[in-house]
């Protein structure tokens, strides 16, 4: 009887921990895991076709196709050869980068400017010189090539793009680019 009492004891005990779900467990588990993919990916990871975990980077790097002649101030280089676009921010029909997503920006732009000539060019953010690059040949019969770097903190949405910020910029294409990433 006593054997009998404790076999009914054990299996009204095992019956009741077999009630306790799991499921409560496995749902915070799937909320939190939810969590860290939705923040993975606003951080610009995400799962590749291999199933790994991806960085994708923000990066662009063109190049002017054809010389410019007597682009006036305020003008817009348009560098439309695109040697990369990660992250498809730059548009090379209008040469404005816009920012796919805010954080630290490093922008480089090289210019040529023609023999005896000028071509004074500034980073231009949403329509402010931000950093500029005084380019000019002088008298010489030679070109001059000169180079900037900018780094920039800048918002979603922020456009970017290489303007002339004084007199008339004549730039030959041959080695003038735009080029840039976010760290």
Same mark, same amino acid.
């Given at each position: ?23 409560? /467990? ?5 909320? %939190? ?17 291999? /199933? ?8 662009? %790097? ?17 560098? %439309? ?5 990660? /992250?498809?921010?730059? %548009?090379?029909?209008?040469?404005? !980068? ?39 040949? /002088? ?41 840039? !990433?976010?760290?």
């Amino acid at each position: 009887m006593l054997l009998a009492l404790a076999f009914l004891w054990l299996s009204v005990f095992w019956a009741q921990c077999e009630k306790v779900s799991q499921k409560p /467990g496995l749902k915070l588990f799937r909320e %939190d895991y939810k969590s860290v993919q939705e923040t993975c990916i606003a951080v610009g990871f995400v799962k590749n076709s291999c /199933g790994n975990d991806t960085k994708i980077g923000i990066a662009f %790097d063109a190049r002017l196709g054809k010389s410019i002649r007597n682009l006036a101030t305020k003008g817009r280089v348009v560098f %439309d050869t695109v040697n990369l676009n990660q /992250g498809l921010g730059y %548009d090379a029909s209008t040469g404005v !980068f816009t920012v796919p997503s805010g954080g630290i920006y490093v922008f480089e732009w090289t210019v040529l400017a023609w023999q005896g000539l000028e071509g004074h060019t500034a980073l231009t953010v949403n329509d402010q010189f931000k950093s500029w690059n005084h380019c000019h040949s /002088g008298k010489s019969n030679n070109f001059r090539s000169c180079s900037k770097m900018g780094v920039m903190k800048l918002q979603k949405g922020d456009k970017v793009w290489i303007a002339v910020f004084n007199g008339s910029a004549n730039i030959y294409n041959t080695y003038t680019s735009f080029s840039g !990433f976010k760290l």
